[in-house]
């Protein structure tokens, strides 16, 4: 683990499953997002007690909900934040996943490359996105930002 030594990360995230599962596309990027979330990350809740820390994430009533724990499940902090900023950001990246993988199976290695840098352009515009919004509250920094869009991407799925 990079960063094992260090108290203010995440060793734990579980999302609410009572939305569903995905197809398998979202499936894997949602398994490979929280493991390198858990391998490395900078998770500190402004003003509470050093980590390491547990994540649970869920939606509900169009919000993200941050349920945070220490390593003993002793409550530390719950967030919560609107998704309304997020619509058309988790929106346009789901249309430009579905271009990515459709792209995959039947597209030139140009046309391929070129809608991955537009998935990464829109998933690095909502990982600053939600690091601004969290500003203040929770202090991540950009690869844990953009692992966790990636977990309110998967979260927002909705079959």
């Not at 967030?79 to 199976?105: G, Q």
């Amino acid at each position: 683990m990079a960063n094992a030594g260090q108290k203010n990360r995440l060793v734990a995230v579980h999302l609410d499953e009572s939305i569903g599962r995905g197809p398998p596309d979202i499936e894997h990027e949602r398994a490979v997002a929280i493991f390198d979330l858990i391998d490395e990350n900078s998770f500190a809740p402004v003003g509470k007690e050093e980590g390491p820390y547990k994540l649970n994430l869920a939606i509900a009533e169009r919000r993200l909900i941050f349920d945070i724990r220490k390593e003993d499940d002793t409550e530390v902090m719950t967030h919560i934040l609107s998704l309304s900023p997020f619509r058309k950001i988790v929106k346009d990246y789901f249309v430009i996943c579905e271009s990515y993988y459709d792209a995959i199976k039947s597209g030139s290695p140009r046309r391929i490359e070129a809608i991955d840098m537009g998935r990464r352009g829109v998933h690095d515009e909502g990982s600053r996105l939600l690091q601004e919004r969290l500003q203040g509250k929770i202090e991540v920094d950009f690869d844990t930002a953009r692992r966790l869009f990636t977990l309110v991407c998967v979260l927002h799925w909705r079959g």
